[in-house]
């Protein structure tokens, strides 16, 4: 038996500009978008990874939801329809293990296999999935810059914000759809968000 809640919202940006796989492919002119940054939001690497390796301390995971949600496309990125349904969203916040937030994810999975990729709910996906020796490819489909009401109180940073999306791969099918939106308070780390 599950203990996903009935479907409640996920907090996407209400976009001010994107970018698509062209866009992830070439990167943006560095006035847009400063390097440090790009390769925190075009790189395929673990987020969660580099959040540790910037902050030094390890990234912890936050669980304010996992929601059946059938076969709703439940306004995720277009790739959610290459995820096999019926689906569950969780969504998280990545923070300091003292308590800083750095990041919002709301990622989308084939029902039937979350439990088994997702063993401790209350730890980072990639960490997951690493225990589990699972060989991936991060995928990323796509780059936001946006605002959201509920980011902004969650952050306690002003936007706008910087967001991606991406599919994970796992024996060439899709696995997951991650969405991920990071806070400004990263500029501590990786400087202003353009040169």
Not at 19 to 24: A, F, K, P
Not at 36 to 56: E, F, M
Not at 85 to 104: D, E, H, M
Request: aromatic share 12%; charged share 20%.
């Amino acid at each position: 038996m599950n203990s996903w809640s009935q479907k409640k919202a996920w907090n996407a940006l209400d976009p001010i500009w994107q970018g698509g796989e062209d866009i992830v492919e070439s990167g943006l002119p560095h006035d847009r978008l400063a390097p440090a940054w790009q390769i925190l939001l075009l790189g395929d690497g673990s987020p969660t990874r580099h959040l540790k390796l910037l902050t030094g301390e390890p990234t912890a995971v936050d669980v304010i939801d996992m929601s059946a949600i059938d076969m709703d496309p439940d306004g995720a990125p277009k790739p959610i329809q290459l995820v096999p349904g019926p689906r569950v969203r969780r969504q998280v916040w990545l923070r300091k293990a003292s308590g800083q937030r750095l990041a919002y994810a709301a990622s989308w999975w084939q029902a039937s296999l979350v439990d088994e990729y997702l063993q401790n709910k209350s730890i980072p996906i990639w960490d997951s999935l690493s225990r589990l020796h699972a060989e991936l490819y991060r995928d990323i489909q796509g780059i936001e810059l946006g605002n959201c009401a509920a980011l902004e109180e969650g952050f306690g940073e002003s936007g706008p914000f910087w967001g991606r999306y991406y599919l994970f791969w796992h024996h060439k099918k899709p696995m997951t759809v991650i969405y991920e939106v990071f806070s400004p308070y990263l500029t501590k780390y990786l400087g202003p968000t353009q040169l």
